[in-house]
Structures are given as structure tokens and as C-alpha cells.
């Protein structure tokens, strides 16, 4: 699917830091290695980066100008029932108090022990009285383990802008019967960041860090029985550290999928409980409103128990609390978004040989736009063809495996001295895998990279920056509790809990596995086969985990069809699993958008963007076999349909720029291809 440091983190309520361009630009870099790492040690993401699953991190929310210092999630007392309280500047926080065990008794629901979900809203730009609201749309990032909270303060007001109404609420165009505005609202899962209890791996910072740099460089994974041997002690060490003291009433047997479901479905139904009694205590404030209108108004924002409806958008493993959900209360879905699936009857039986088979196409494609774009804008441009570029890419990665660059002593680009070091191919896999997740924020900095490389200046800014990056992350004083990360310990507790528990998993199967990950991924398979360790070292078994056979067709008619989106070459969601799981769900459909990277924010695609606007306004779906073009493509630049080629894309109407506007702040929140 998640922002400044990786270890060196404040702490949650810090006061908001004023950071020079210089540390910004750091800033910057800190995020997408620690998006990075986390991909590598366990992710299906999201993340990407902040809308997929992008939100790898806890960090202090109070970052720029998008919170409040003054907010502590500890301020708020959990309720059974929603009251929210202004946090983070614009947003309305709460703390919704569920049962641990959605299955157990009613009187053991009712008195036994309870967790407490942190929930944040970008509330809607007309108030619930207003014909136009149109509810809540419920966002996940991914993971499992990225933070709902983290995303909504990050991306929310973007998507928001996306999915409302194009007018805005006041503007002269804009009438009672003109569309909807929603309020954007979100979650931390149970097990992750702020939602209490907490899962605890680690005992403080410095036993974290200790733990981050103890893990091998990627380009000595699996390479012989040593190496696995390490990596599988260190699984079993996690693991044992997770379930340490948990007990009964741990969070761990409790915090798979179907559980945090039936937490969805509380929220659903608590925020329409919400919604009426706002809407009583906004006619009571009223001055004059007619007999009619008040009728009008009491009987549209009605509470209907057991009846409210579900407004769903979710990204990489976000795809499976969807899937999940529409597969328990098929009569409960208002409005269902996928975007990046990850197929459910994989990820239940946790057998993780799904999500490669499209990735390695990812760096061919990057190979044939930059031989159409040329020399003059592509920096790896050679040959004849664009498979001449990809023999030249490969060829930079396998000569820095077996030669690793030595860097002295030297100034940062922020001026603060760093080395001696070396770059490893684990950092080129890092900013490899940034390429192919976020290919229009890195696959053009992923080519200048590795053509630093291949000269291998060692005074060349790219290379001291790497540098610079792993030596940021460290915190030479890390005292206090251990920052939340979602790869150290949530991925693989939610993961585990979801496929039934401890595993029986032997060397010679995952072998067999590795082999079988290679053939159909070679940029990706090193890191992503951790991903098949993460039930070692557990010893619990979910609490409670319903049958949900997700091979079978046709598994649940839903009170309206999905929306299930998929690009042409995902890094870890190939579009095969968004065709299949439509096969399940009768009346749903699959919209191509025919580009690289992880989920469809990952390149700017306004055809995409309307096609969701569409569908939470009016239900609408496109047509079957319908396909969106991406406004950009990595070194060609801007597609017909804007002004072609280089340069700033211009298009037809105001409402098209902001839009684009918009997509492009999700695609590269931190202007880093600028």
C-alpha cells in the first residue's frame, strides 16, 4: 500500500516539525525507503506507498500542516457509539469500542473484552441535512497492517476530490440535485498503529533498529543454505516475539480479516446511528425550517438498523477485507471498490503464488517506453531495441551484485557528512522495486540510478544519496517504545491468523517455492518469498475463521455489483485476480487501466478517476471489457488526449486540469519527479 525516518521517528504527539527544503528533500527519501523495506520484509501492498499500501509506517501525525500537535488518541474514550471529536486541523477522530471476539456469545460480546478501533473522518462539505450528502466512502491502504489513519490524513482530501461532486458545494452551477459529497473516512485495523490493544514485537526502539540492521542484503537471499537458513531463524524469532504474552486475550487470535469485517460492519452501522442524531441536533440549532423540509430531512438521514449500507474503496490487501465483506453480507454492499486485487482463495490458504506473474513485464515496458522516447530523455537508451535497453539493465544490476561500489567519506546532499559505505545490489532492489511500484514518481529516477551505477562515480549525487538514505533511517539514540511498522510483526500476524495459523511449512517445500517465485518474477521473488515465512514462530490459531471457499463461481449476489479495477501490468495484482474474483461476485466488472505500477493511482489515469466518481455518484458501472488509458507513460510523457510529449500535460476544461491535478498529488505526493 506510510513518512520521514524509519526508525528515528518522534514520538506520536510531537510537536509538527518546520523542515528546510534541504531536510523536506530527505524527508522525501526517507519515505520511499522506508515504503521500500517494508515491501521487501513481508508485503503485499499497497501502498502503496500512501494510498496502496503505501503507508508502511507510524509516524507522528502532526506532519506539515494537515494536523494538530495537540492530539493524543489516548484523549478519547472508547464508545459503542460514535462521538467524534476535532482532530489533526480538519478531521473528527473516535474511538469505537467492538467486541475482541465478534464470535463469541452475546453475553460474552457484551461483557468480555473489547478493542478499540481509531477512526478518523474528513467530514463532507455539506452538513447530513443537505440533500447532497451522500454518507461515508470507507478507504483501506493494504498490507495487511498500513494504517487507515495515516492514509486519510495523507490522501484524503485528494480522494475526496476525486469522488465528489466536480461543482463545489456553493458555486452558483450547484443545486440540491447537482451530486453528492461524501465524508472520507477510515480505520487503523485491529493490530495496527493506533487501534488498541496493541501487537507488541518488540520491546523498544533500539531492540527494532537492532532488529532492522541484522537483515541481509538482498542480494544474498536464498543463495544458499546459510542465508536460509538465518532468514528462517529470524521468522521463527518474529513470530515467537508476537505471540510472546498474548494469551486469550492478546490481540493476536483476533485480528484477521473476518474480524476486522465485522468491525466494517459495526462502523456502517454506528456512523448511521450518527448521521441521525446529527441531523436532530442540526434542525434543533435551526432557525426556521419548514414542517416539510424537516420531514424530508428526519426521514432521509433515518438510522435503518441491519439495513445501513457499505461505501468501500480498498487497495492491495484492502481488496480482501472487500472481497471478504461482500462475501459475509452480500445484502450490505451500497457501493464496493477493488483496486489491485489480491485473490482471496490464495491469500486464505496463504500459498502467496499469485501476485508475480505480470511484475517482470513492468521493467520490459519501462525498456520500450524509454527506446520510443530517445536519448535526450531516456539516460539508459542504447541499442537497437528495446530489449537491448533491458540487456543493459540487467546487466547494471548483476555486475553491482558481484561488485558492490565503495563510497569515502563525503557531504551529503543536505551537507552532512556520511560514509564510509558501500551500495549493494540490496539498495538498487530497493529503489528497483520503487520503479515498478510507483512508476511515475520513480521509474525515470530508477534509469539515473543505475546509470550512476554503471559509472560507478562514487561522487555522483545519486549514489551519495543512497547513501545518505541508509544512514537517515538510523537513530544513534532511539529510546522509548518501538515505532509502529507494519513489516515488523502486523503483516505477518494478520497474514498468518487469515490462513488458519501455525505452519508445518519444511526447507525442501520452500525451496520448491523460491524456484516456482523465480519463474514467474525474477526482479520481485527475493524479497517477496519472506512473504511464506510469516507463519513461523506463531503457535496460535485464530479465534474464530469462517469458511469462506472463495474457488467456487458465483459466490454471493450483493445488493449492488462491484467495481473491481486492475492495470495491465501490476507489480503484485496481476488483472488475472480482478477478473477472477468478478467471476464471483454476478454483475460485477473489471476496468482495465492499461498501464504499469501497483493499484491505479500509480499512474494519473483521469478516465479512471471518472469511472470511480461515476460509480459512487450514481451506481453506474462501464461497460464490460472497458479500458482507461494513463494520462502519462514513464519518459514519453503526457498521452493523446492532453497535450502530447513532454512538458506539462494541458487538457480540455478546467474540471480535467483539477482532476489531473489531483491524481498527480496521489501518484507523487512528494514532487519527487520534479
Request: hydrophobic share 35%; charged share 20%.
Amino acid at each position: 500500500m506510510s513518512k520521514q525516518g524509519y526508525l528515528s521517528l518522534p514520538p506520536r504527539d510531537s510537536p509538527a516539525p518546520n523542515p528546510s527544503r534541504n531536510i523536506q528533500r530527505r524527508r522525501i527519501s526517507f519515505r520511499f525507503l522506508s515504503v521500500l523495506i517494508s515491501i521487501c520484509i513481508f508485503i503485499s501492498l499497497s501502498q502503496h506507498h500512501r494510498f496502496v499500501g503505501n503507508n508502511v509506517l507510524h509516524f507522528d501525525e502532526s506532519i506539515g500542516d494537515k494536523a494538530s500537535s495537540e492530539f493524543s488518541w489516548e484523549s478519547i474514550t472508547p464508545q459503542e457509539s460514535f462521538e467524534f471529536v476535532p482532530c489533526f486541523a480538519s478531521f473528527q477522530c473516535a474511538r469505537l469500542s467492538v467486541p475482541l471476539n465478534w464470535n463469541a456469545t452475546a453475553e460474552q460480546r457484551e461483557n468480555g473484552p473489547h478493542a478499540a478501533i481509531a477512526v478518523i473522518k474528513l467530514p463532507a462539505k455539506v452538513p447530513v441535512t443537505d440533500p447532497r450528502y451522500g454518507g461515508p466512502i470507507l478507504l483501506n491502504p493494504g498490507g495487511p497492517g498500513e494504517s487507515g489513519v495515516f492514509q486519510t490524513l495523507g490522501d484524503g482530501k485528494s480522494l475526496q476530490s476525486i469522488l465528489d461532486n466536480s461543482l463545489e458545494p456553493g458555486s452558483p452551477e450547484s443545486d440540491s440535485s447537482s451530486g453528492k459529497y461524501f465524508d472520507i473516512l477510515s480505520f487503523d485495523p485491529r493490530g495496527v498503529n493506533n487501534t488498541t490493544p496493541s501487537l507488541k514485537c518488540f520491546i523498544d526502539a533500539f531492540n527494532q533498529q537492532a532488529w532492522l540492521l541484522g537483515l541481509p542484503d538482498y542480494g544474498l537471499l536464498w543463495h544458499s543454505e546459510t542465508t536460509i537458513g538465518m532468514e528462517w531463524a529470524k521468522a521463527e524469532a518474529l513470530g515467537a516475539s508476537c505471540s510472546y504474552g498474548e494469551g486469550d486475550h492478546g490481540i493476536l487470535r483476533y485480528l484477521n480479516t473476518a474480524q476486522t469485517v465485522e468491525d466494517i460492519l459495526q462502523i456502517v452501522e454506528q456512523h448511521g446511528k450518527w448521521r441521525e442524531l446529527e441531523a436532530a441536533r442540526l434542525l434543533s440549532a435551526a432557525k426556521a425550517v419548514d414542517q416539510e423540509a424537516t420531514r424530508e430531512i428526519l426521514e432521509r438521514t433515518a438510522y435503518r438498523p441491519g439495513k445501513e449500507l457499505i461505501q468501500y474503496w480498498g487497495m492491495s490487501y484492502g481488496t480482501i477485507i472487500g472481497s471478504t465483506f461482500a462475501a459475509m453480507h452480500p445484502d450490505r454492499v451500497g457501493r464496493l471498490v477493488i483496486d489491485g486485487v489480491v485473490d482471496p482463495a490464495d491469500h486464505y490458504t496463504g500459498a502467496w503464488l499469485t501476485q508475480l506473474q505480470d511484475s517482470d513485464m513492468i521493467i520490459s515496458k519501462h525498456c520500450e517506453y524509454c527506446f520510443q522516447a530517445g536519448p535526450e530523455e531516456c539516460p539508459l537508451y542504447t541499442g537497437t531495441s528495446p530489449a537491448d535497453i533491458e540487456a543493459r539493465f540487467t546487466s547494471i544490476l548483476a555486475t553491482l551484485e558481484q561488485n558492490p561500489i565503495a563510497i569515502p567519506v563525503a557531504p551529503s546532499l543536505d551537507g552532512v557528512s556520511s560514509g564510509p559505505a558501500i551500495v549493494t545490489y540490496g539498495d538498487l532492489h530497493l529503489n528497483l522495486l520503487s520503479g515498478m511500484y510507483f512508476p511515475f514518481a520513480m521509474a525515470e529516477k530508477l534509469f539515473e540510478i543505475l546509470l550512476a551505477v554503471e559509472s560507478r562515480n562514487t561522487s555522483s549525487p545519486a549514489l551519495v544519496e543512497i547513501v545518505s538514505q541508509k544512514q537517515a533511517i538510523l537513530n544513534p539514540f532511539a529510546t522509548g517504545p518501538a515505532p509502529y511498522v507494519s513489516g515488523f510483526g502486523p503483516f505477518q500476524a494478520i497474514s498468518c491468523m487469515d490462513s488458519g495459523g501455525p505452519t508445518n511449512l519444511t526447507r525442501e517445500e520452500f525451496h520448491e517455492f523460491v524456484a516456482i517465485l523465480h519463474s514467474q518474477g525474477r526482479w520481485i521473488s527475493r524479497s517477496w518469498a519472506r512473504n511464506k515465512l510469516a507463519c513461523l514462530g506463531y503457535t496460535s490459531e485464530p479465534a474464530w475463521r469462517p469458511s469462506l471457499d472463495f474457488r467456487t463461481q458465483e459466490w454471493a449476489n450483493t445488493s449492488h455489483p462491484l467495481l473491481i479495477i486492475g492495470n495491465t501490468h501490476d507489480t503484485v495484482t496481476p488483472i488475472r485476480n480482478a477478473r477472477r474474483v468478478a467471476t464471483l461476485f454476478p454483475g460485477s466488472v473489471v476496468l482495465q487501466q492499461d498501464s504499469q505500477g501497483h493499484c491505479s493511482h500509480s499512474i494519473p489515469s483521469l478516465c479512471t478517476a471518472q469511472v470511480v466518481r461515476e460509480y459512487f455518484q450514481t451506481g453506474e458501472l462501464p461497460h464490460e471489457g472497458a479500458v482507461c488509458e494513463p494520462a502519462v507513460r514513464p519518459f514519453i510523457g503526457c498521452n493523446k488526449g492532453s497535450e502530447a510529449g513532454r512538458g506539462e500535460c494541458t487538457f480540455s476544461s478546467p474540471e480535467e486540469t483539477r482532476l489531473w491535478e489531483t491524481m498527480v498529488d496521489l501518484a507523487d505526493p512528494f514532487g519527487l519527479r520534479s
